[in-house]
């Protein structure tokens, strides 16, 4: 599978310049099977509280029709972070991933940091809901955005439930992006999985976003990295059999045990008031 890390950098609050810019680098990178832009891409993570205005519903919003009409003209699967205004009038950090065929899956982001530059809580809802597979020409697809990846029940979860990929979308400042670049080989080794991820670059009100985009393999090697702060999108290639040959090298995931998940959840429970 050909996949394109779009490291790019969004124009804050231009929705359909961004969408421009997406399809752009899509077609820069030549017949691609996915290509993966970052959290929060088609408004810009630091829209702030022009969120509230540019968010979109799927289904009802011809900016996310476009994107689906972008997929299907190139034959590529896209997944990319968006602003999701729900039914209820509420905000989710949504990844919205489209395929081909232009049938969608919409992944919430669970974990919303409120610590140094972030406070995203008082934009968006975290999300609790079910995990799903994306499954992209056969193979199952996790996904995940930004400060989940701190969080690897979630990706045990997938790997469990058939991913041989995970796809984190992030916009982390340049301080964090040498901590992802830690739990992102990590999350993939732990699951024998290939892991996308692919982080928002530039700068924007002194907040320099840090790039470093890569491709993880299953045994936790970086195979591609994109540049430091600056846009560098890049086409990796990825066997996806490999997954099953590494499985059974490194049975990881046949070791697993319900047990240890049933401590967690006692550790857990031990902790409410």
């Not at 996310?64 to 205004?85: D, N, S, Y």
């Not at 976003?209 to 846009?231: T, W």
């Not at 059999?241 to 070791?255: A, G, K, M």
Request: glycine fraction near 8%.
């Amino acid at each position: 599978m050909r996949v394109l890390l779009g490291q790019l950098s969004p124009r804050l609050g231009d929705v359909k310049g961004n969408l421009e810019k997406l399809s752009s680098a899509i077609d820069q990178a030549k017949e691609v099977d996915l290509a993966v832009f970052p959290e929060l891409f088609l408004t810009g993570y630091y829209a702030k509280d022009m969120l509230f205005r540019l968010a979109m519903t799927p289904g009802e919003n011809p900016h996310l029709e476009e994107l689906k009409k972008i997929a299907e003209e190139k034959g590529v699967g896209i997944v990319v972070g968006f602003p999701e205004r729900s039914p209820r009038g509420y905000l989710y950090n949504s990844l919205i991933a489209v395929q081909p065929s232009g049938e969608e899956v919409v992944y919430r982001k669970r974990h919303l940091p409120t610590f140094s530059l972030f406070d995203e809580c008082r934009w968006f809802k975290p999300h609790s809901g079910s995990l799903r597979l994306w499954r992209l020409k056969g193979a199952g697809i996790g996904l995940g955005i930004c400060y989940d990846a701190f969080f690897p029940e979630i990706f045990r979860a997938y790997s469990l439930m058939g991913a041989t990929m995970l796809i984190i979308a992030a916009a982390s400042p340049d301080s964090s992006t040498p901590l992802f670049e830690k739990i992102c080989q990590s999350r993939a080794l732990e699951n024998t999985c290939f892991l996308i991820w692919v982080n928002q670059a530039g700068t924007y009100d002194g907040i320099g976003f840090g790039g470093g985009s890569m491709a993880v393999s299953p045994l936790g090697e970086v195979i591609a990295k994109c540049s430091r702060i600056k846009e560098d999108p890049r086409v990796v290639e990825l066997d996806l059999d490999e997954v099953e040959r590494i499985r059974y090298s490194r049975p990881l995931l046949r070791d697993a045990r319900r047990e240890d998940a049933e401590q967690l959840l006692k550790a857990y429970v031990s902790q409410e008031p």
